[in-house]
């Protein structure tokens, strides 16, 4: 198993930027592909934004395509989620998944290792 530790959350207002930051340990990072997922109160846990094992391959939630950006650094044993011109409908827990190298899975069963969650709040 890999431990994974989020960080960056916060509060913010609507327009302003946030990055967040995924550090894994326990197993060697680059085995892993990386998800970000995000869940809102009373909403169930979906899909943001996933990055495979080498940075190559991204994929992105059509609410976020253009805003957020996903990228890692396997040297850093750390995965980033930088998210540009917020919205309050991007508030939420924000949580990094680890999972399968090589397939981006949008769907939160497809992950067996997770953080324990940043809480990021956009006030309008």
């Known amino acids: 198993q890999v431990q994974l530790v989020e960080s960056g959350g916060g509060l913010v207002q609507a327009g302003e930027s946030l990055r967040l930051s995924c550090v894994a340990s326990?197993?060697?990072?680059?085995?892993?592909?990386v998800a970000w997922f995000r869940q809102a109160p009373g909403k169930e846990r979906e899909f943001v934004a996933g990055i495979n094992w080498s940075g190559v391959a991204t994929s992105y939630a059509d609410s976020v395509k253009g805003r957020f950006t996903i990228s890692r650094d396997n040297a850093k044993n750390t995965a980033y989620l930088q998210m540009i011109t917020l919205k309050s409908e991007d508030t939420a827990v924000y949580y990094c998944?680890?999972?399968?190298?090589?397939?981006?899975?949008?769907?939160?069963?497809?992950?067996?290792?997770w953080g324990q969650g940043t809480q990021v709040t956009v006030s309008s």
């Open positions: 998944a680890a999972g399968n190298k090589y397939i981006i899975h949008k769907l939160a069963s497809g992950y067996d290792n």
């Open positions: 326990g197993r060697t990072f680059s085995d892993y592909g």
